[in-house]
Every structure is written in structure tokens, then in C-alpha cells.
């Protein structure tokens, strides 16, 4: 018999493979088009793999090296996506499709500091990009535990774009701090309003029913909704475990685990 871990990874590799010899035929325009296709799919790992069969044709190619830094940042890998969008910043790719996603991986790599010092000055004149570097910059304020500069910058970005849920999160995150429950409670509504799966606005709004409100049913009902709506969330699940554990409801909490397991192994 073979082991799960092997055909896995027998899997994996088949599929790269059936992926290089598809690109290796195709010329970069296609491989764009092909990423793109992966991202949509949030395929990161294919739409990685086309990029890179495209760099080959063209290194110089600004686009695929955005797209790459992007579909890399989105994967996890923030140290590989912030090279990749620096070489695309060098060879002429726009500033305002660069800065936001180059600041998020750089403040995914706890730079915090550095973020501040390259992008609190920086103007984009596209709104949104605007407010997504905003609020990169505002929460490594926060990180820095710079209360005042982390306020004042989220809700810069906020009168650039008012639906910009991270935005929204991080205002809330900062009420919260404030000791503004009820005003929390609202910005994380006006994001489920907008995402209604919104997974970091149901966790968050889960752990301010739990410890805020001491309202156990309820926080117990949205981290059940975040599991229902991401099935693969750990974090998600992980709060329910706790919260059942909390209760002494041991056997409940033991089959969520295996649950988690099957999505998770």
C-alpha cells in the first residue's frame, strides 16, 4: 500500500507536471492568460507555476512578475511575493498596482517599522489602492503600538473608500482596544453587511461576543456560521473546541476535532 502522504505528493507532482508540459508549449501571452484563469480559481500553486514558465520566456516582464508577487503573497509566501513585486516595480509596473500588495508582504514578514518608513508618506492616485495602502500602513502603526497614527491613517483610508473591509476591521479592532464595544460590534457588522462570509470579521465578531458581551450562545452561533462558510478554517473551528471544552462538553468537542481532521489532515 501506498501512504496517504506519498499519493499526495504523487498528485502534486503529476499535476506540476502535466502543468509545464502544457506550458512549455504555449508562448507567455497564453501563460498570462492561463494564471489568470488560476487566480480567478484562487488557484495560487498552477497560476504560480504558469508565471514562472513565463519568466522564462521573458524575465523582463513586468506583468508576470506582478502577478507572481501577487499569487505568491496570496499562497503564504510573503518573503518570495515581495522580490517578485520589487523586480516589478524596477522593470515599470505601476506604483499603484505594486506599493499595496508589497506593503502587505512586507508587514506579513513583521516589518512594521519598514512599512511605516517607506509608505506613510506615499500618495496613490487610485482610491483604492490608496486605501489598502492606508491601511497596511495603519496597522503597522498599531503594531508599533502607535494608537493616535494608527486611527488617524484607517480612517484617512476610510474617506477614500468606505466599504474597505479591512479597513472597517482594523477601525473596529481599534474601538475594541478603546473599550467601545458597541461601536466595534457595529464596524464588524457593516463588513458582514458588505461580506457576509467574511471570516476575519466572524471570528472577530465571535471573540468580542465571548469575552465583550459574555454572550456564550452567540458567539458560539457566529463561530458556527465562520465554519459553515469556510469549511477549512482552523482558527474557526479551534474557537468552538475551546468554547465546548470551556463548558465540559468533552465528547462534543473531541468529534468537532475529527471534523477538523477531515478537512484538515
Known amino acids: 500500500l501506498i501512504p496517504p502522504g506519498l499519493r499526495l505528493l504523487g498528485a502534486v507532482l503529476a499535476t506540476a507536471s502535466v502543468l509545464a508540459a502544457c506550458s512549455s508549449g504555449a508562448n507567455e501571452a497564453e501563460l498570462l492568460a492561463s494564471a489568470r484563469s488560476y487566480v480567478g480559481k484562487q488557484d495560487y500553486g498552477a497560476a504560480v507555476i504558469q508565471l514562472k514558465a ?75 489602492a490608496s486605501a489598502d495602502l492606508k491601511t497596511t500602513v495603519a496597522t503597522a502603526y498599531a503594531a508599533l503600538r502607535q494608537r493616535d497614527k494608527a486611527l488617524a491613517t484607517v480612517l484617512s483610508a476610510l474617506e477614500e473608500q468606505p466599504q474597505n473591509t ?70 474557526a473551528h479551534e474557537a468552538i473546541i475551546g468554547m465546548l471544552l470551556e463548558q465540559g462538553e468533552v465528547d462534543k468537542a473531541k468529534a468537532r476535532f475529527e471534523e477538523l481532521k477531515k478537512v484538515q489532515p
Do not use: C, W
Not at 218 to 232: E, N, S
Open 54 to 128: 513565463a519568466l522564462q520566456k521573458n524575465p523582463q516582464s513586468p506583468e508576470a512578475r506582478l502577478l507572481l508577487g501577487r499569487s505568491l503573497l496570496d499562497s503564504g509566501d510573503a518573503r518570495g511575493a515581495a522580490i517578485e513585486l520589487r523586480k516589478a516595480l524596477e522593470l515599470g509596473a505601476k506604483a499603484t498596482e505594486v506599493q499595496p500588495p508589497l506593503a502587505r508582504a512586507m508587514l506579513a514578514q513583521n516589518q512594521a517599522q519598514q512599512v511605516v518608513q517607506e509608505f506613510a508618506a506615499v500618495t496613490l492616485d487610485d482610491p483604492a
Open 166 to 235: 479591512a479597513a472597517l476591521l482594523l477601525h473596529a479592532r481599534i474601538r475594541a482596544a478603546d473599550g467601545d464595544l458597541p461601536g466595534a460590534l457595529a464596524r464588524v457588522d457593516e463588513v458582514l453587511a458588505i461580506d457576509a462570509k467574511h471570516l476575519g470579521a466572524l471570528l472577530f465578531k465571535g471573540e468580542l461576543q465571548r469575552y465583550g458581551q459574555r454572550d456564550r450562545e452567540a458567539a458560539m452561533a457566529t463561530f458556527t456560521q465562520a465554519v459553515q462558510a469556510h469549511p477549512k478554517a482552523v482558527a
